[in-house]
């Protein structure tokens, strides 16, 4: 059975940090590209970041976070991290984490909520 579980979510003042966490099982975690997803109410489900399968050796980020936000993997822990730094009231959202391995192998996470005061 696979279990994808987001953690690290939380209450931030504007300009602090947060570190998501995304750990699953039941699945070759080393194989599967990963992103962190996020959606504001009202609003619909962007990425926030991504990195590939293996080493993680390729990463992408959405230019509202790039600079300020890194996303890095360990295989052996199967769990992805999104480091958020200077955070601002719009990165306020629930974050989801994705994995996907072709059209098939595709598992999301129940999210973690994140929220950014003034």
């Known amino acids: 059975q696979v279990q994808v579980v987001e953690s690290g979510g939380g209450l931030v003042q504007a300009g602090g940090s947060l570190r998501l966490s995304c750990a699953a099982s039941?699945?070759?975690?080393?194989?599967?590209?990963i992103g962190w997803y996020r959606q504001a109410p009202g609003k619909q489900r962007e990425l926030v970041a991504g990195?590939?399968?293996?080493?993680?050796?390729?990463?992408n980020y959405a230019d509202s976070v790039k600079g300020r936000f890194t996303i890095s993997r360990d295989n052996a822990k199967n769990t992805v991290y999104l480091q958020m730094n200077s955070l601002k009231p719009e990165d306020a959202a629930v974050y989801y984490c994705?994995?996907?391995?072709?059209?098939?192998?595709?598992?999301w996470g129940q999210g973690t909520q994140v929220t950014v005061s003034a």
């Open positions: 994705n994995l996907k391995n072709g059209w098939i192998n595709d598992y």
């Open positions: 039941g699945i070759t975690f080393s194989i599967y590209d």
């Open positions: 990195i590939s399968s293996g080493s993680g050796s390729s990463t």
